[in-house]
């Protein structure tokens, strides 16, 4: 695994996401099993760092959501991982639907000793209570709408759209608890904080935009140089950085009167690829 711990010191806590953890602590008894949310293109930068803390000792499922963006390679070593770290791992492509039967499956297979006892006590089975939570734009909007079939919650790609908890029915055996995204209060790890810009998981004005686009071409750079050539042009990044976005800027269609390099729109360029889904295969978090 690669070192993470390049020092950073970036503090972005909204009061929000405070009272979620509070509203979360609050509401745990009510918990049976957890949908910890995370994308697959950033399987460690995406997992809460505290959340073990939170969560204490409930169910857990390890959601990994965007299976369709990423560099399923890369992704699986992170899979087995966290698998052998004893956690239960679902992957699923939201956009086409794949493997949401394979996570009802298993939440109702984690309540099966439960309801067993329920059962011989002479009580019905009772519904499944899940806790849907996860740092912002993982997904978890696009998940409950996916499991419920019908768009009940906000979904965005601005970071922290949702800001109350709310009870969900899916189906006749489960409810779901959802919850706004939240993030741990400090980002000490420079890897982990661009990653999570990059990924648009916090606003982008957190981080100089020119600086996340940077380090999103030299991560291209340094694992898909076949995306960099093919999307914008570019065999190699140039110590020159300008030179870099002037060929994206022109390849891209960036220009403005004079025939200048627009580079605000070369950065919105980079950025929007990424968060639209026109970038896909990559994972920039490596089990190595």
Known sequence: MENRQNQTNINWYPGHMAKTKRLISENLNLIDVVYEVIDARMPYSSKIKDIDELLKNKKRILVMTKIDLCDIDETNKWVNYYETKGYNVVKLDLENNINLKNLINLTNKLMEEENKKRINKGMTKRKTRVLVVGIPNVGKSTLINRLVGKKVTNVGNIPGITKNLNWIRVNNDIELLDTPGILWPKLDSET???????????????????????????????????????????????????????????????????GEVDYDKVYSVVINDIKSGMIKGITFDRYE
Do not use: H, Q, W
């Not at 002037?246 to 960036?254: A, D, H, L, S």
């Open 192 to 258: 982990v904080s661009f990653n999570l810009a990059s990924m648009t998981a916090i606003k982008e004005e957190i981080l100089p935009i020119d600086k996340v686009v940077i380090y999103i071409l030299n991560t291209l750079n340094k694992y898909y140089k076949d995306i960099l050539k093919n999307r914008y042009g570019i065999e190699n990044i140039s110590d020159d950085i300008e030179e870099t976005l002037n060929i994206i800027g022109k390849v891209r269609g960036c220009i403005v009167r004079g």
